[in-house]
């Protein structure tokens, strides 16, 4: 060590997150990224992903505040309230949180990554604040979208629709051409 070394600033550390969850996620599946009740994409109360515009997949009403990666791969976008993620068998998934959430400007959100970040399923991604969510009278579903759905046979949710899930647990299946 140098003598002016001791006067360089390191970078921030990324913010610590919480422990990570067991996730049932392969090439063909992602898992929940919260625990809750998964709904099926036309029951979310927006009209783009309620058409599914943005991809296939389900929804979930969540129980808890953090939102876990659904599968392994490589952060590609982070908004404060949704992150993208490129999966490492080629599965492009938006993890998006509330309904008009882009409004709060990322205020009653906390990310744990950042892009180009290396994530595993599990690991997470965001902390939200329900109460901020609720308080600015949006709803608060957490997303799950394949947005290269065209690229596949189908994107299907594979639990029941109402049916509790949590964090981890095979939601979503992709079906190859």
């Known amino acids: 060590m140098g003598l002016f070394d001791m006067f360089k600033k390191k970078a921030p550390a990324a913010p610590a997150g919480p422990a990570p969850v067991t996730a049932n996620a392969d090439a063909n599946t992602l898992a929940a990224p919260v625990t809750g009740k998964a709904i099926k994409m036309s029951d979310v109360p927006d009209p783009v992903f309620g058409a599914e515009v943005l991809g296939k997949g389900c929804a979930i009403w969540p129980d808890n505040e953090i939102v876990y990666a ?3 791969g490589t952060v590609t976008v982070t908004m404060g309230h949704a992150v993208g993620l490129m999966s490492d068998d080629g599965v492009e998934v938006l993890v998006h949180v509330g309904v008009d959430t882009v409004n709060l400007q990322g205020e009653g959100f906390k990310g744990f990554v950042k892009k180009d970040d290396r994530v595993t399923a599990g690991q997470p991604l965001l902390q939200f ?5 609720a308080k600015a009278g949006y709803k608060d579903s957490v997303v799950l979208a394949v947005s290269n759905t065209a690229e596949f046979a189908d ?6 629709p109402d049916t509790a899930v949590s964090a981890g647990d095979a939601v979503v299946k992709v079906v190859r051409k």
């Open 129 to 133: 604040s329900k109460d901020a969510i």
């Open 70 to 72: 659904p599968c392994n």
């Open 155 to 160: 994107v299907q949710m594979i639990v029941d």
